[in-house]
């Protein structure tokens, strides 16, 4: 169980008691947060601050403070953004960007939108809300005066060195552990061991005026298409709006054109109508509630089943050519339309992208298996570089082979390049959910890193892939250590 701030200030012996007392009222009195309540009152050091938040969140802790952040990295991310949502980029290191934020709990539709404006995948780190807020106004000044980087009071190490606190001292066993299931026992080895037999199995590859509508009170979007249509040669189209008006008036002109149309009134209802039933295009809203549309297409894309169906983002916040690149290029859309649209420039855009993708054949990626082969067998005779240079040609073919992602994940992390390897694990378990010595992989590596509680996640899931009682029980064991319990 989660224990609070308070709990683990006390334990710690961070604060004495009747300063936490105090603290506290002010805390209430100024809507400051605690930890940036004891900041402020000079009551505690920063670094010990952070520790405690790291603890309480099971996310690597940033004393900003003793940090030298490249101002590069702010470049990501504008001003305002950073301002009012409370994140300060920090660094990129492995293709990753690290960001420090106050309210993790808060931060995921912050981190969607941010995955996609700089087609980077974020690690995040907690800071205290105090400090994050003044380091942020400080290093966009020195961004603005051109200066190389922005240095705490108290950095001692060289440029661009981000002071990491890890939450607890609790660790998994060492090493990039899996379990290898053969014919009798089970028992723990190092992950280039994987699932007995996988050596010899072949890789797997996961198969000019705006509009102006109105929705009379109470008026129920009626579906024209009978429930026997989907046996018919009738084109299907998924609508995925937030806005009733705008799924309206994108069926009624789609119905009228001949096709059939569903809709979603938020992320997680469309994604679910998509796996249930791929349509033959998605019109997605980027902005939507539960889940954001960004994370949709990335889903969408990640699966086998569906990574075929044709993606037209819709919105009215991103706009111009470079959000327009990324949303194709990062998220495979096929078209990408701002809001408001004229009716006819939008189905007449919508009708191209049926028509160029009614008939295109499946890709094939049979070429890649031999660079996949190779690539493992360099692996597993140590030859790193050579290994490397094979699965990624493997993958520039085939990008969607979820075992070719685990073994060049396993190639980045003996090269000791960590953050890089944890990007290739996350990308083989969103191709394959349940491959388990990925999950396993990537929660030891989570773990060694200082992010717990993403740790914790991974293994949950790596529990319900668990392939037999003993391995269940054994991650059971690493889950609740990691826990505390």
């Known amino acids: 169980m989660s224990r609070s701030t308070r709990e683990i200030l006390l334990e710690r012996g961070v604060v004495a008691p009747e300063v936490l007392v105090r603290a506290e009222a002010e805390a209430a009195r100024t809507g400051r947060r605690l930890c940036s309540q004891l900041l402020v009152m000079a009551a505690a050091d920063e670094r010990a601050l952070a520790e405690v938040l790291a603890e309480r ?18 470049e990501l991310v504008p001003r305002g953004v950073a301002e009012t949502d409370g994140i300060l980029p920090l660094s990129i290191e492995g293709g990753r960007l ?3 934020l106050a309210s993790p709990e808060q931060a995921e539709r912050t981190l969607a939108e941010v995955r996609f404006v700089t087609g980077l995948e974020v690690s995040t780190y907690v800071a205290v809300e105090e400090s994050l807020r003044r380091t942020i106004t400080a290093a966009y000044q020195a961004l603005e005066q051109g200066a190389p980087e922005w240095r705490g009071f108290g950095a001692p190490g060289p440029a661009g060195q981000v002071e990491v606190v890890l939450p607890g001292d609790i660790q998994l066993p060492e090493g990039d552990e899996a ?33 102006e509508v109105g929705v009379g009170e109470g008026e129920e979007v009626v579906h024209q298409v009978s429930a ?44 679910a109508k998509v796996q249930a039933r791929p349509p033959d295009l998605l019109l997605l809203d980027a902005m939507l509630p539960k889940m954001h ?57 919508v009708e191209a992208v049926l028509e160029a993708t009614a008939s295109r054949p499946q890709p094939q990626a049979a070429s890649a298996e031999p660079w996949f082969r190779k690539g493992k067998e360099l692996l597993l005779a140590g030859k790193l570089d050579e ?26 992390r003996a090269k000791g390049e960590h953050f890089r390897a944890m990007t290739s694990f996350e990308r083989a378990v969103e191709l394959r959910p349940n491959h388990f010595p990925a999950l396993r992989s990537l929660a030891a590596l989570y773990t060694e890193k200082g992010f717990r509680r993403k740790a914790a996640e991974t293994l949950e899931r ?17 889950l609740l250590e990691l826990l505390g319990a």
């Open 57 to 74: 969140n099971g996310l690597p802790g940033v004393d900003l403070s003793r940090s030298a952040i490249p101002t590069s990295a702010l």
């Open 98 to 100: 690290h960001l420090a």
């Open 179 to 211: 379990i290898e299931v053969g014919d009798a026992d089970v028992e723990l080895v190092e992950a280039d061991e994987v699932l007995a037999g996988a050596d010899e199995a072949p890789l797997e590859r996961s198969a000019e005026a705006p509009i």
């Open 228 to 271: 026997g249509a989907a046996s018919s040669d009738r084109r299907r189209v998924l609508v995925v709006d937030d806005e009733p008006e705008i799924r309206l008036l994108v069926e009624r002109s789609l119905v009228a054109k001949g096709y059939e149309v569903d809709t979603a009134a938020d992320g997680e209802e469309g994604l």
């Open 293 to 349: 549309g960004f994370e949709v297409a990335r889903r969408i894309r990640a699966d086998a089943r569906t990574r075929q169906v044709p993606i037209v983002m819709m919105t009215a916040i991103y706009r111009g050519w470079r959000f327009a690149q990324d949303a194709r290029e990062n998220y495979g859309a096929q078209d990408y339309i701002e809001k408001p649209f004229r009716l006819d420039d939008f189905t007449r855009r």
């Open 387 to 412: 290994s490397l240079q094979a699965l990624e040609a493997g993958l520039a073919l085939d990008p969607f082979a979820a075992e070719a992602h685990y073994q060049l994940a396993k190639v980045l």
């Open 462 to 478: 790596a529990l319900a892939a668990a392939p037999d009682a003993t391995t269940r029980d054994a991650i059971k064991s690493d």
